[in-house]
């Protein structure tokens, strides 16, 4: 990709975006503009990966082809109204801030702009990332792919329909956080039965990282992987009839109807 890519913002999640896109070649360097209020974080990222850097987001929105607005969502509404008149004709803009719609960012650009929402998740950190592209009403298929595989690139990315952002929100947005707790209680367990704190994170977290690349790479029901473990009579199903006795699935539902309700609460 030859576009200069632009990202208002220079948080974690611009730092991930920026280090999976330059691992995956997908831009380089010198097409990369940054800009944030604090010369601390852009110092930084410019040192690690080479890229310009600005303090005056209306000079990254008109150098850049695609502009991508990583702050904090109650800061969309000022970003926009600094960068509106200064964006590029054509720019593909993206936002990744929770809870702005794209109605009500379009709305603020009072004129037709190639915009797309996404939501990615914490893991795009290390590159195992799951985002969901929901474009706006002016994008083409063509760019909305091309924001695709900007997100592809912190690990998997699908472009959805902005009605589901509540569903997305539960099941890979929020849902890390689950997972941290189940890893943090499977530890707990295996301290328990005698194992040191450290080397029981560490079999938990491979044990739930191994399991979830089989459920991707094999294309196998999760269920059907479940019952390959367990042998007749064997030790895992003891575990599976007491996790099902605690109510594990049920649980697991009720959390994320929580979430989903909690998300659509939020909405702007």
């Known amino acids: 990709m030859n576009k200069n890519v632009g990202f208002i913002g220079a948080g974690n999640m611009a730092g991930a975006m920026i280090s999976g896109g330059l691992r995956s070649k997908i831009f380089f360097p010198e097409h990369i503009w940054v800009s944030a209020p604090s010369m601390t974080h852009l110092s930084s990222l410019q040192r690690e990966y080479g890229v310009h850097i600005t303090q005056d987001n209306r000079e990254a929105a008109s150098r850049c082809d695609i502009l991508i607005l990583a702050v904090k969502p109650h800061l969309i509404a000022t970003v926009i109204e600094q960068i509106k008149d200064q964006i590029k004709a054509g720019a593909i803009v993206v936002s990744v801030a929770a809870g702005v ?25 290390v590159g195992e990332g799951m985002s ?28 959805l329909d902005e009605r589901l952002i509540d569903a997305v929100g539960a099941v890979s947005g929020s849902s890390p956080a689950y997972v941290f707790l189940f890893i943090e209680a499977m530890a707990d367990a295996a301290v328990k039965g005698g194992m040191p704190r450290a080397l029981a994170y560490r079999f938990g977290a491979q044990a739930v990282l191994g399991a979830a690349k089989m459920v991707l790479e094999t294309g196998m029901h999760p269920g059907a992987l479940k019952d390959m473990v367990c042998s007749p009579g064997g030790t895992t199903i003891e575990a599976i009839e007491s996790l099902e006795k605690e109510g594990l699935r049920g649980a697991v539902l009720t959390a994320m109807e929580a979430c989903m309700k909690k998300s659509a609460a939020m909405r702007e």
């Open 101 to 125: 719609t794209l109605a009500a960012m379009e709305e603020r650009f009072s004129g037709t702009v190639h915009l797309a929402r996404v939501m990615p998740n914490t893991p795009c950190m």
């Open 132 to 159: 969901a592209v929901f474009p706006g009403r002016w994008i083409t298929p063509e760019e909305t792919e091309e924001v695709r595989e900007i997100f592809a690139a912190l690990g998997r990315a699908e472009v």
